[in-house]
């Protein structure tokens, strides 16, 4: 992590020097929000949440609501293109790093909400990226630019660009990713426990019968379109080439089933559902022109992770299931049937064990990119169990019983990482 500080501490110098230069006969006007916003600017569906009660319950409660405020007066004051992707880039890796040490107990809270809540970030995220949907500048700003400014913040804010393993054979390097909060139509106040997961195991070590591990951590959304466009393979390309600081070991890992972890032992060359900003999909996994895949694709890719020692091993409270369930269509035939043991020659996939989700996605991607690049090491899916919250409890952002069950799934999951570290030579 210390890279990361400098990194930023670098970022912050130059946007303030940017900042400086920009004529001092500025507008006074300049400096409110409300004047270089257009709020009736049309934003994604999940920005458009944001103006809920319980978005903004834990913004609060969290102190992660003065974020997107100091962020679009920084952005009024911005008279560049250059100067924004500074700033934008600056504030995206601040934010990732203030949800980190939030969550591992660095700083002060901010307010009442769990440390191991993982949904100031996402909210707050929002605001940021809301702020440059709707911003107006005093300057010619393209809808090229403004795209690439939302996902230098989605990078930043995310963890994808900070990643920072350490070179050669005196640790483990350890890759594990998480995902947002999703099915917010359904419940607004829903937390993911695999993003709760990927704050609190960032920069950190677990000591493994193999030695010791470094944990690297990055967060991914619930939406198809940055899936699409390469989000995944480019976050985890740099750490699969060959290396000094070539990853040991990946796992993704994503909320699944009640009262259960699975470990997926199969992935599926399909997608299909509802994202986060309602976009709808049924179809193949595309792998972007220009990135490292297999070709043909494979309709399956198997993991690679230790899931006999894994489920074997007492890792916690909930049980550890290997699942090897799939459906596929048959090869000759044209309707999807259910396979508990994996898939059959030639079949057409339609769900991995972990269904056809994003969840399934990512897995597929990032172990189709291993085989692409022709590394070695291991990896595969962890589902979690679901978080729920108290039936008695529906006005409330949060409650005892889903905080403790945060808590040990977060602690499972680094118990079955440790497992599967371990076995690494």
Known sequence: MNSLIRRTLTGALAVGALLAAAPLAVAAEAATPANCFDRAAPIPVEEQRLTQAVPQEILARSGFDRRGPAFEKSLCRTRSVRA???????????????????VQGRGPAGGD??????????WARLQLTRALHQWQPGFPLSAADRKALVEVVETG??????????????????VLTGFDPFQLDGDI????????????????????????????????????????????????????????KQVDLFTTVSQGRAGQFDIERYNGRWHTGLDNNRENRASGIPIP?????????????????????ITAANTGQFPVYDRTAVTEIPAGQ?????????????????AGGGGSYLSNE????ATLLRDAVKAQMPGGHVHTPILF????????????????????IVTQTREILKVAAGTLD
């Open 289 to 309: 022109a220009g990135l490292p895949t297999v070709t043909p694709q494979p309709e399956f890719v198997p993991t690679t992770v230790p899931y006999k020692e």
């Open 157 to 174: 804010s995310r963890g994808q660009d900070s990643i920072d393993l350490p070179a050669g054979e005196r640790a483990k390097r350890v």
């Open 113 to 122: 909400l769990s440390r191991g809540d993982d949904r100031p970030l996402y």
């Open 334 to 350: 044209t309707e999807p049937v259910t396979r508990p043991d994996g898939p059959t020659p030639g079949s057409v996939a339609r």
């Open 389 to 408: 919250f108290d039936a008695n409890n529906k006005d409330k952002v949060s409650d005892p019983v889903l905080e403790k069950n945060r808590t040990d």
């Open 84 to 102: 924004a992707k500074v700033l934008a880039q600056v504030q995206g890796r601040q934010l990732w790093k203030a949800a980190v040490d939030r």
């Open 189 to 244: 106040r829903r937390t993911n426990p695999s993003g709760a997961t990927a704050l609190a195991l960032d920069g950190t070590y677990i000591t493994t019968p193999a030695g010791r591990a470094r944990v690297e951590t990055a967060m991914f959304p619930v939406l198809w379109t940055p899936f699409e466009a390469g989000m995944v393979e480019r976050t985890l390309l740099p750490h699969f080439k060959a290396g000094r």
């Open 362 to 365: 990512i897995a597929y991607r």
